[in-house]
């Protein structure tokens, strides 16, 4: 049995391909099409996906998309005749409605002449996100839980998962999000891109929550731990705020109201302006903001079911900072969070729930993200052959290790010399974060590391952290916390005496937001750490995406191009290593 899942409609386009009850290939579609955030009909990722599975088209059996336009209708209609919001955003609304409706015709649009027999299921998009966690983490029952921007007139759904089922109990319908709050301040502060938020994140441990008084009037929690907005502050749900999805970056227009909300918090942040103290500040309290909201909802959920595992996913699933402090802040015993808990994670869950929902057998577990493209020996030998000018142009040796012991460690003594590596290896990761396939990785001994990184290569604000992979067994003698975190979704407490030894991954307030390496999971990245702790007793390595203001590479080409247009010192690239 063949199920295609999609996200298409929303930020992150994607698909995954789930065969027999089991996920043999998942990307985004960013990754083909090397423009961030996509959006649109992820009709590459779906030409990928098939292929790697040596199918076509007219091959599968179902098709789930994570939207469902004839849900929570009546609310809708409800809160148009209540609301009156202006023309223009009821027009648009219809609009995705009716495209959502018909993306048959532009998914057969995408594959003329592969006829289109696979029966089509329209999943609710919080459902999809609930299943993207719950139905991939081997928990027989949890607590699951999505937080979001919007998505089938809903930003956060809530319920009992058992077995194959998700029982959901509750919702927070538009206009009121913790999403959308976040994007709110993310856009105050000058950060107008989709996907900023976390940037806002990463100021946050430079600021005091001062402002917490005044986010409290914004967000308001109400006592069963569910939450609203003052609405006075926002657009979102009156205006029509522009907003462009087809075929792009997602651009998003101003959300809020600005006399309002700088009537609260003073002058906005333009783009590019000076960061000042109060603007870490505000990105302090509405971090804190949005962690009151979060606990509270989960204590909620916790008194109602009773039970200690939580499922979490959502765009809002994505706020590390939050996550790492589940355990701390709620009775919550262990925690699943998908490799992509935003929008693209819903491509996977909708494939689970029809899969699920179709066939009986034993549940697939998604403990770990390597589902996406790889490449052969002959192709980069075919590339590096194409290239070899280019290469001698910038005075480069190749040298091909047979031996990956010797691979590892002739990689670890090049960061103990304070190298860049570019690490291009085995199948690209699924989600947003480089997990050791697609890596750029250095020394976190060097305090300059983060300088070094920033010259060379990222060029992006001072204040964003580096995160530390590091060994599954030690993460106990390094961090104050232990917890299996493969996706790199949780940031935890350095441990004080162990801050100093790493200061290139441990942010300004003693914490990183670390990956835990499996030797089952990926062996080669394992090993490769290991090395570099045999030479200098630290079981971590500095990792970050390989990319320069771009998708992370995806094929050897872009790692290539990547490597020779940046100052990259060492690519790595299955067994070839490329040396300046």
């Given at each position: 049995?063949?199920?295609?899942?999609?996200?298409?409609?929303?930020?992150?386009?994607?698909?995954?391909?789930?065969v027999?009850?089991?996920l043999?290939?998942?990307?985004?579609?960013?990754?083909?099409?090397?423009?961030?955030?996509?959006?649109?009909?992820?009709?590459?990722s779906?030409?990928?996906?098939?292929?790697?599975?040596?199918?076509?088209?007219?091959?599968?059996?179902?098709?789930?998309?994570?939207?469902?336009?004839?849900?929570?209708?009546l609310?809708?209609?409800?809160?148009?005749?209540?609301?009156?919001?202006?023309?223009?955003?009821?027009?648009?609304?219809?609009?995705?409605?009716r495209?959502?409706?018909?993306?048959?015709?532009?998914?057969?649009?995408g594959?003329?002449?592969?006829?289109?027999?696979?029966?089509?299921?329209?999943?609710?998009?919080?459902?999809?996100h609930?299943?993207?966690?719950y139905?991939?983490?081997?928990?027989?029952?949890?607590?699951c839980?999505?937080?979001?921007?919007?998505?089938?007139?809903?930003?956060?759904?809530?319920?009992?998962?058992?077995?194959?089922?998700?029982?959901?109990?509750?919702?927070?319908?538009?206009?009121?999000?913790?999403?959308i709050f976040y994007?709110?301040?993310?856009?105050?502060?000058?950060?107008?891109?989709?996907?900023?938020?976390?940037?806002?994140?990463?100021?946050?441990?430079?600021?005091?929550?001062?402002?917490?008084?005044?986010?409290?009037?914004?967000?308001?929690?109400?006592?069963?731990?569910?939450?609203?907005l003052?609405?006075?502050?926002?657009?979102?749900?009156?205006?029509?705020?522009?907003?462009?999805?087809?075929?792009?970056?997602?651009?998003?227009?101003?959300l809020?109201?600005?006399?309002?909300?700088?009537?609260?918090?003073?002058?906005?942040?333009?783009?590019?302006?000076?960061?000042?103290?109060?603007?870490?500040?505000?990105?302090?309290?509405?971090?804190?903001?949005?962690?009151?909201?979060?606990?509270?909802?989960?204590?909620?959920?916790?008194?109602?079911?009773?039970?200690?595992?939580l499922?979490?996913?959502?765009?809002?699933?994505?706020n590390?900072?939050?996550?790492?402090?589940?355990?701390?802040?709620?009775?919550?015993?262990?925690?699943?969070?998908?490799?992509?808990?935003?929008?693209?994670?819903?491509?996977?869950?909708?494939?689970?729930v029809?899969?699920r929902?179709?066939e009986?057998?034993?549940?697939?577990?998604?403990?770990?993200?390597?589902?996406?493209?790889r490449?052969?020996?002959?192709?980069?030998?075919?590339?590096?052959?194409?290239?070899?000018?280019?290469?001698?142009?910038?005075?480069?040796?190749?040298?091909?290790?047979?031996?990956?012991?010797?691979?590892?460690?002739?990689?670890?003594?090049?960061?103990?010399?304070?190298?860049?590596?570019?690490?291009?290896?085995?199948?690209?990761?699924?989600?947003?974060?480089?997990?050791?396939?697609?890596?750029?990785?250095?020394?976190?001994?060097?305090?300059?590391?983060?300088?070094?990184?920033?010259?060379?290569?990222?060029?992006?604000?001072?204040?964003?952290?580096?995160?530390?992979?590091?060994?599954?067994?030690?993460?106990?003698?390094?961090?104050?916390?232990?917890?299996?975190?493969?996706?790199?979704?949780?940031?935890?407490?350095?441990?004080?005496?162990?801050?100093?030894?790493?200061?290139?991954?441990?942010?300004?307030?003693?914490?990183?937001?670390l990956?835990?390496?499996?030797?089952?999971?990926?062996?080669?990245?394992h090993?490769?750490?290991?090395?570099?702790?045999?030479?200098?007793?630290v079981?971590?390595?500095?990792?970050?995406?390989?990319?320069?203001?771009?998708?992370v590479?995806?094929?050897?080409?872009?790692?290539?191009?990547?490597f020779?247009?940046?100052?990259?010192?060492?690519?790595?690239?299955?067994?070839?290593?490329?040396?300046?």
């Amino acid at each position: 049995m063949i199920v295609l899942g999609l996200n298409a409609y929303h930020g992150d386009s994607a698909a995954a391909l789930v065969v027999d009850g089991k996920l043999v290939a998942a990307a985004e579609e960013e990754r083909f099409r090397r423009i961030k955030h996509w959006s649109g009909m992820p009709t590459e990722s779906i030409r990928w996906c098939l292929q790697d599975a040596g199918l076509k088209l007219g091959d599968v059996d179902h098709i789930a998309i994570n939207r469902n336009p004839k849900v929570n209708n009546l609310r809708r209609a409800m809160y148009v005749l209540r609301k009156r919001p202006s023309l223009g955003l009821i027009l648009k609304r219809l609009g995705n409605i009716r495209r959502a409706a018909s993306f048959e015709d532009q998914l057969q649009a995408g594959f003329p002449g592969q006829p289109l027999k696979a029966q089509v299921h329209r999943v609710e998009h919080h459902l999809a996100h609930l299943a993207s966690a719950y139905l991939v983490s081997g928990f027989d029952e949890a607590v699951c839980l999505s937080v979001d921007g919007f998505g089938d007139f809903a930003s956060s759904a809530w319920g009992l998962g058992k077995g194959d089922r998700i029982d959901i109990t509750g919702r927070v319908y538009f206009p009121h999000s913790l999403g959308i709050f976040y994007t709110v301040i993310t856009q105050f502060l000058g950060f107008p891109h989709y996907g900023d938020e976390y940037k806002v994140m990463g100021l946050a441990p430079y600021g005091e929550p001062k402002y917490l008084p005044q986010m409290r009037r914004i967000v308001q929690v109400q006592a069963d731990g569910s939450y609203r907005l003052d609405l006075k502050y926002f657009r979102h749900h009156s205006d029509d705020v522009h907003y462009t999805w087809d075929d792009c970056c997602p651009e998003v227009g101003t959300l809020y109201r600005k006399e309002v909300l700088e009537g609260l918090l003073g002058p906005e942040r333009a783009k590019g302006e000076a960061l000042e103290q109060k603007h870490r500040d505000l990105a302090r309290s509405a971090q804190a903001m949005y962690e009151e909201a979060f606990f509270a909802l989960l204590n909620g959920l916790h008194r109602r079911h009773g039970c200690d595992s939580l499922a979490l996913s959502g765009g809002c699933g994505m706020n590390s900072v939050a996550n790492g402090k589940v355990y701390l802040n709620t009775p919550f015993k262990q925690m699943y969070l998908p490799a992509s808990a935003g929008d693209a994670g819903g491509a996977i869950g909708s494939a689970f729930v029809v899969a699920r929902q179709v066939e009986a057998g034993p549940r697939f577990v998604m403990d770990h993200a390597y589902v996406g493209p790889r490449a052969d020996e002959a192709e980069i030998e075919s590339l590096l052959t194409a290239r070899a000018a280019d290469l001698q142009a910038e005075g480069c040796t190749v040298t091909k290790m047979e031996d990956e012991g010797e691979l590892c460690r002739a990689t670890a003594e090049a960061i103990t010399e304070g190298r860049v590596i570019g690490w291009f290896q085995g199948r690209m990761e699924w989600g947003p974060r480089a997990l050791g396939n697609r890596s750029i990785l250095g020394d976190p001994r060097r305090a300059d590391m983060k300088d070094i990184l920033n010259l060379k290569i990222k060029r992006r604000e001072s204040f964003r952290p580096f995160a530390p992979s590091i060994l599954r067994e030690c993460v106990s003698e390094w961090f104050e916390q232990d917890d299996d975190v493969p996706f790199m979704m949780e940031v935890f407490q350095v441990r004080q005496e162990k801050r100093a030894l790493v200061p290139a991954t441990t942010h300004v307030d003693g914490s990183g937001r670390l990956q835990t390496v499996h030797r089952e999971t990926n062996p080669r990245y394992h090993r490769l750490i290991s090395a570099y702790r045999e030479m200098t007793g630290v079981p971590i390595l500095l990792n970050t995406s390989f990319n320069e203001n771009e998708p992370v590479v995806c094929r050897p080409q872009e790692a290539l191009d990547c490597f020779l247009r940046t100052k990259m010192d060492v690519l790595v690239i299955n067994d070839f290593m490329i040396r300046r």
